[in-house]
């Protein structure tokens, strides 16, 4: 299932980081890398919150939903 349907607090293993390949990048570069644990912190006017690798990031529903955790 894509980040986006993820409840706050839920935490869920990164499976699949999809986009094209500069968008892979970037997030790759963020931390989400399939096998990570991330956690939604919370989700406000469009942009989501989430603990990975020990930092909190905000990304937008567009990004969060090309990350696919199980």
Do not use: H, Y
């Not at 469009?46 to 990004?63: P, Q, T």
Request: aromatic fraction near 4%; proline fraction near 3%.
């Amino acid at each position: 299932m894509p980040l986006t349907w993820m409840k706050a607090g839920e935490p869920g293993t990164i499976k699949k980081v999809g986009g094209r390949e500069d968008t892979r990048r970037f997030l790759e570069n963020l931390g989400f890398t399939a096998g990570c644990v991330v956690t939604v912190v919370s989700e406000m006017s469009g942009n989501i919150i989430v603990n990975v690798k020990n930092a909190r990031i905000a990304i937008g529903k567009d990004m969060a939903n090309k990350i696919l955790v199980q």
